[in-house]
C-alpha cells in the first residue's frame, strides 16, 4: 500500500505536517485563490464579464482605487490610517482641472488665468496632494493626534476646499493633453494601467528594497523599539503620509482626465475601496505587515466585485454592505491569524 502522506525531495510529511503546509500556503497564496474563485464565479453568473471590453473596463477603473491603495497600504503597515484619501483627490481634481483648460471655454472660467502646458496642473495637482498628506503625518507625529481623527478632519476640510474653489460645480472642458492621462493608450495599452503598473512596482522597491522600507516595517512592528534604536520616527510618519497623498492626487488627475472633467464630489467613498483593497490583500492593521502585491491583487478583487455586481444588477445599496462584510471578515481573519502566530 502507498503512504498517504506528501512526499517532497525524496521525504515524507507527517499528517500534522501536511496541515502546517497546507495553512502556510493558503495563508501566503490565499489571496490569489480567492481572486481566481471570483473571475469563475462571475464568469459563470454573467457571459459579458469576460469580453474584452469589460475586463478593459475593470482595469480602468481600478486604477484610481489602486493608487490609492496603494499609499494607504504603506500607511496602514506603521499602524496608521487615511480617511481623507477621497476628499484629497477631490480636491486635486478641481484645482488640476482649472489650470487645464482649453481657450474656448477655460478664459472665460478663470479669466485671469493664462493658458497652461499639461505639465503644471500635474505638479500642482501633486504638491497639493503632498501638501494635505504632509499636514496629516504632521499632526498625527508631532500632536499625538490619533490618525483616525487626524485624516477624518482632513477629509471634511479637503471636500469643503473642493466645494468652496469650484463653487460646488464640476470644471470641464480639459485640453487634450490632459485628458490623456485618464484616456490616452499606449502600444494599445491604456495609460492609466501604465502608471498603476508603474508606481506598483517603485512602492514595490520603496518598501522591500530602501531603508525608507525597512524603516516603516520597523516602526509598524513596534515603535518604542524603533525610536530606541535610532529611527527618527515622526519625520517617517510624516513621509508616509506624504506619499499618501501624493497617491491620492495621482488618482485625482487619472479620473479627472477620464471623465473629463474635476468634480468636488469625486472620491467619495473612495477611501473605503482603497483600505478594503489594502485588508483584503493582507495589510494587518495591527501594523508592520502588509505587501504591494497583496495589495494590487486586492484592488483588483474590489473591481471584479463592484463590476460583477453592477453587471449582476445588485443594488448600490447592497453593494455597500458586502463591501463592508468584506473589510469586517478580512480584519478578523487577519487578527486570528496573527494571534496564532503569537
Known sequence: MSNPALSTGGQHLSTDEKKVLIKSIISKYGIYFVFLGLVLFMSIMHPAFLTVNNILNIIRQVTSIGLIALGVTIIIITRGIDLSSGSVLALVSVIAASL?????????????????????????????????????????????????????GMMIVARGAAMIYSDGRPVSSLTPEYNFIGQGEILGIPFPVILFAIMAVLCYILLNHTRFGKYVYAIGGNEQAAHVSGINVGKYKILVYILGGVMSALAALVLSARISSGQPGLGNMFELDAIAAATIGGVSHSGGIGTIQGTVVGALIIGVLNNGLDLLNVSAYWQMVIKGVIIVAAVVFDMRKNARKS
Open 100 to 152: 487645464a483648460q482649453n481657450p474656448d471655454w477655460g478664459a472665460r472660467m478663470y479669466p485671469a488665468l493664462p493658458m497652461l502646458p499639461v505639465v503644471v496642473p500635474i505638479v500642482v495637482g501633486l504638491a497639493i496632494g503632498a501638501l494635505c498628506g504632509g499636514i496629516n503625518g504632521f499632526f498625527v507625529a508631532k500632536t499625538g493626534i490619533p490618525p483616525f481623527i487626524a485624516t477624518l
